[in-house]
């Protein structure tokens, strides 16, 4: 069962290693996997992405861009194997601080009149799959997300006024 303490947003950035690494292929059958597809490389190296993350130890796992379980990886600050690093991180309880819901994803699938409910009563809620027997969070509100990136913008500013001091 998934533990929801081990849940974390982060933000993640191109280091131009990315861009410079012609044999990585970001995609799974036709769907990508690239967190800064749609982003110019300058705008991904300075906004960064928000990312969903499974903590374990130092580690955190990247569950959003991740083309099969616990793929990208990241260590705070640190550059990985294809170029991305963690540039910021906090729990995802911060700003999702609802008690977590838990629905059967197959049981969703077939029930729209529940997922209408769902979607009106929650900002996020967790997915069970009966057939992979897996979980999932699933995030409906990104109204959050908006704090948490302000959040990383004032961290941003401190570092800046940090260095000019």
Avoid at 40 to 65: H, S
Avoid at 93 to 103: H, L, M, N, P, V
Wanted: cysteine-free; overall charge negative.
């Amino acid at each position: 069962m998934l533990n929801i303490d081990d849940y974390y947003l982060g933000i993640i950035k191109p280091h131009k290693s990315y861009y410079d690494n012609k044999n990585e292929y970001r995609y799974l059958g036709e769907e990508s996997f690239d967190p800064f597809l749609e982003l110019k490389d300058y705008e991904a190296m300075v906004l960064g992405v928000e990312t969903l993350l499974r903590k374990n130890q130092d580690i955190y796992f990247d569950e959003y861009y991740s083309r099969y379980k616990n793929e990208l990886f990241y260590r705070l600050e640190k550059i990985n194997n294809i170029g991305i690093f963690l540039d910021f991180v906090r729990p995802f309880q911060d700003y999702y601080k609802e008690e977590s819901a838990i629905y059967v994803q197959e049981e969703i699938e077939d029930d729209y009149d529940q997922f209408v409910d769902i979607l009106s009563n929650h900002s996020y809620y967790i997915a069970h799959s009966k057939l992979t027997r897996e979980d999932a969070i699933i995030i409906l509100d990104e109204n959050p997300l908006a704090k948490f990136r302000e959040d990383y913008w004032n961290h941003l500013r401190q570092k800046v006024l940090k260095k000019t001091k």
